[in-house]
């Protein structure tokens, strides 16, 4: 069958991707059949092997559309403040928002990294580019808040991001228990900090050896009055 039968139009090629991403994030890559998904898109199968060739060239398709919408929705938070902290917030806010109003979209790279990723490499290619255009995108807004490059800020992305996944994760599996007030807030603290001991190696190694260092847990900012209070002690 000669493939000018099927125009690639573009409403029909997003209704294919949103059928198909909906399938993919629930049922996971084997139980989101081509059928199904002509079925629930309205478009007919053919169709569906027109723009994509197969079943792995629409599984592609539809990470690199959750990676855009995802990626760009932390760059157009991020560049709504002018100064680095308000950068940061709304970057962080962008990303809080990716968690509460589209779950799928972690929840897709999970279900498929687990299930397919080994087994086929193109797809696991495709995910490895996606984890380099977020960690790019991080260390990218880094650079423009802060007004230099920042030491490893690809190590701050990374952790970034790890901290998201974990932190979807548990959004999946026990909602009640995840407090997303607290998670960002305490996001904020990490990212301020790996980035502050970076741009601040006497920091970094006061932190690195800490015992003669650092005062008691509980007594920050109370170690005079402890060390005077020591010395009543032994006086009486």
């Known amino acids: 069958m000669g493939r000018g039968r099927y125009p690639k139009s573009d409403v029909s ?3 294919i991707l949103a059928a198909a991403t909906e399938l993919f994030a ?7 059949g081509v059928d199904r998904v002509a079925e629930d898109s309205g478009i007919a199968k053919t169709a569906i092997y027109y723009h994509f060739g197969n079943k792995e060239g629409l599984l592609a398709a539809v990470l690199e559309r959750a990676a855009t919408q995802w990626i760009d929705g932390i760059q157009q938070a991020s560049r709504q403040a002018d100064d680095p902290l ?4 709304r970057a962080l806010a962008g990303m809080r928002a990716m968690l509460e109003e589209r779950p799928w979209i972690y929840k897709l790279f999970q279900i498929l990294t687990l299930e397919v990723a080994e087994e086929k490499p193109e797809i696991r290619a495709t995910l490895q580019g996606i984890l380099r255009r977020a960690r790019m995108a991080i260390t990218d807004g880094l650079r423009e808040s802060l007004g230099v490059d920042v030491p490893d800020a690809d190590g701050v992305a990374g952790a970034i991001l790890a901290f998201l996944d974990g932190v979807a994760l548990g ?3 026990e909602p009640e228990n995840v407090s997303l007030d607290q998670v960002f807030t305490d996001l904020r603290r990490i990212t301020s900090f790996m980035v ?3 741009l601040n190696p006497e920091l970094a190694e006061m932190f690195d ?4 260092r650092l005062p008691p847990l509980g007594r920050v900012g109370g170690a005079k009055e402890s060390t005077d209070a020591h010395r009543d002690d032994a006086d009486r």
């Open 171 to 173: 959004v999946q599996i």
């Open 209 to 212: 050896h800490p015992p003669d």
């Open 13 to 15: 090629r997003e209704r």
């Open 86 to 89: 308000g950068r940061l917030e």
């Open 26 to 32: 629930t049922r996971g890559y084997a139980g989101a």
């Open 196 to 198: 502050a001991i970076r």
